[in-house]
């Protein structure tokens, strides 16, 4: 399923349709528009620090791989450029020839949208979308108050086509893209059916939040914070989704599926569950740093951590840090495995690369990246039942 999210996606993976991916989390939503599915749909996820978006990376201090291939981007894209070239394209090249698996290049709009999503907020309709088995694009979901949502989209219909292109048996990605489209106020054109009727839309396109976390109380004794995606503000949200919940009611924090975000995010969702103490150890360019928890989080409350394929980057980083230091219990599927760092570059022509600079490690010392995490229960099936099920046994449901 499509909805919103952020990240570079794996080399391998182009510009263009990749790039739906890569909001895929966040905008996936927007009538699709990024949002990041599963590691086995190779998705495009945040990098989990970024080092944009990491106030301690500094340019300068860089090994001779890296500040290499930085080098040859930008060359790249400036002579392409002077040359009456894509510097896009060029850059793109070069990152490719690189060897860097996480390395992507933006041009100048689609960096914008990417930091919008970090923001947590993209452009669009409010849609989410996913594949049928028979090949249709159906909505599986509608942001409320959105357009979609106003044009009295549901749900369970089918979307046919986006100003008057098709989407039957087209990739979810293209659609997203075609939805997302231009800026807020634009009109896009939408074909949709439900049962026997079949109907055309103008929606006007909006500036939508993501909603990265939701709370549900399944039971007195049971709260599910689900995280789509460590984006601006999500941190204080899990935080204060903890400190609300009922005494003595157990978490299920269920991470499946949350392709990444902002490390700093996601260390303030650790201060939820922990005293304290250490989250993550990275370096940058060479240079060692480590993530700490602030004080006074939740450190008795009985707490399940919910991951799969599709938990990547900053939400392995979450997941690592629960677990390592026994605070949580990890239920489902093992994780994608992307533990690596990126640094934005500006280039000629406007464009953005991101560049791998360095790697994080749980406070184990636990590499994730091309490993991921293994979950203390591996399951593949009914994985939210039997996280119930280990929550009960720690005092968390009745």
């Not at 599915?37 to 340019?59: I, K, M, N, Y």
């Not at 941190?235 to 299920?252: C, F, I, M, N, S």
């Not at 304290?276 to 480590?290: E, F, I, N």
Request: charged share 20%.
């Amino acid at each position: 399923m499509l909805g919103p999210d952020l990240c570079p996606r794996p080399r391998g993976v182009r510009r263009g349709a990749a790039l739906a991916l890569v909001f895929v989390t966040v905008l996936a939503t927007a009538a699709a528009t990024n949002c990041l599915p599963s590691a086995e749909r190779r998705p495009t996820a945040l990098p989990a620090g970024t080092a944009a978006h990491d106030p301690d990376a500094r340019q300068g201090h860089t090994t001779r791989g890296g500040d290499r291939t930085a080098e040859d981007v930008t060359r790249a894209a400036a002579e392409a450029e002077a040359d009456g070239k894509s510097g896009t394209r060029a850059a793109e090249d070069a990152v490719g020839r690189s060897g860097d698996r996480w390395g992507a290049v933006y041009d100048k709009a689609e960096y914008e949208q990417y930091a919008d999503a970090l923001e947590g907020r993209y452009t669009g309709v409010g849609l989410w979308l996913a594949v049928t088995g028979d090949g249709r694009t159906e909505v599986t979901r509608v942001q409320a108050g959105g357009p979609a949502a106003r044009a009295g989209i549901e749900p369970g219909d089918v979307l046919h086509s986006v100003d008057h292109w098709s989407a039957d048996g087209q990739p979810v990605t293209e659609a997203v893209a075609r939805l997302r489209g231009d800026a807020a106020g634009s009109k896009v054109v939408v074909g949709l059916s439900r049962g026997s009727r079949s109907w055309t839309r103008a929606l006007d396109r909006a500036v939508l939040g993501t909603h990265d976390v939701s709370v549900t109380a399944l039971s007195a004794k049971v709260v599910m914070i689900k995280v789509a995606a460590f984006s601006k503000g999500s941190g204080e949200q899990v935080r204060t989704a903890v400190r609300r919940a009922p005494k003595g009611a157990g978490v299920l924090l269920d991470l499946r599926g949350n392709s990444g975000g902002l490390v700093t995010e996601a260390t303030t969702a650790a201060s939820a569950f922990l005293d304290g103490g250490l989250v993550a150890t990275y370096d940058v360019h060479g240079r060692q740093r480590a993530l700490y928890a602030q004080g006074g989080g939740d450190g008795a409350r009985p707490l399940v951590v919910l991951i799969d394929g599709g938990t990547m980057s900053a939400a392995e980083l979450l997941t690592g840090a629960l677990q390592d230091r026994g605070r949580a219990v990890t239920v489902g599927s093992r994780t994608f495995g992307k533990g690596s760092v990126q640094m934005p570059t500006g280039l000629a022509g406007g464009s953005v690369a991101e560049l791998t600079v360095g790697h994080y490690r749980t406070p184990a010392g636990h590499g994730l990246d091309g490993s991921g995490i293994t979950p203390d229960l591996p399951v593949t099936e009914h994985a939210l039942e039997h996280a119930e099920t280990v929550l009960s046994g720690l005092g968390g449901a009745t």
